[in-house]
């Protein structure tokens, strides 16, 4: 059976001390994972973070990946860059950077690819607006942004990582029911079979006010192979009881 994955998206928050704090406590009670762990800093802090991670159970990650390999992209970091930070893991078309920097669905597709170029895990995200939702639209957003991933990364889909990330239940405190998650895991699951032969081995996160208190039984879906945490990962205990919880 796939490990679950536990991944915390500190977003635009930390400081090199509040790093060093929340690490410490979060290495300290870590102890040996039942599942993969990792955090995505913000880019400035991914030199701490591979200092403080050495000989650690956890990964690093990032939060975003420029959709070019190099040259005159003014503020862009690429993945081969983060590669040489011991970054594993990149968030791709997160719906914050899809709604405030406008990426598009074939941007998103490009970073996916970029990471894979440079042996980085893309967590391709994808969810629908409460509008979209209201409308009955969920599945046909969802399936649109991972065919363009799909389309994009061909027999390197088995590959990446996705998380379902619906946008009205993301810093609101609303989580999307443990049913409604899995209604969604299970459209993305059969998407991804259609395309790749071990899809079974794709792991598909939820994200969305995952806490302490709600992980368990969102991660008891059958399709809920792990959660990608904002809030929540900011506080080490809160982050070691959803890891405790996919354990
Ligand atoms: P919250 O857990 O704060 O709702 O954020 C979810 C998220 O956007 C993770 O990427």
New binding site residues.
Partial sequence: MKKKLIAG?W?MNGSLAANQALMQELLAGLGAPGCEVAVCAPAVYLAQLQELLKGSALLAGAQDVSAHAAGAFTGEISAPMLRDFDVRFA?VG???RRQYHNETDATVAAKAQQALAAGITPIV?VGETLQEREDDKTEEVVKRQLAAVIHANGHCISEIVV?Y?PVW????GKTASPEQAQQVHAVLRKQLKAASASADRIRILY?????AANAATLLAQPDIDGG??????LKAPDFLTIIAAAA
């Fill in positions: 998206n977003k968030i997160h719906s914050e995200c998380a990330e239940a993301i810093g609101t994200g969305g006010s995952m806490n990608l945490i904002g809030g929540a990962s």
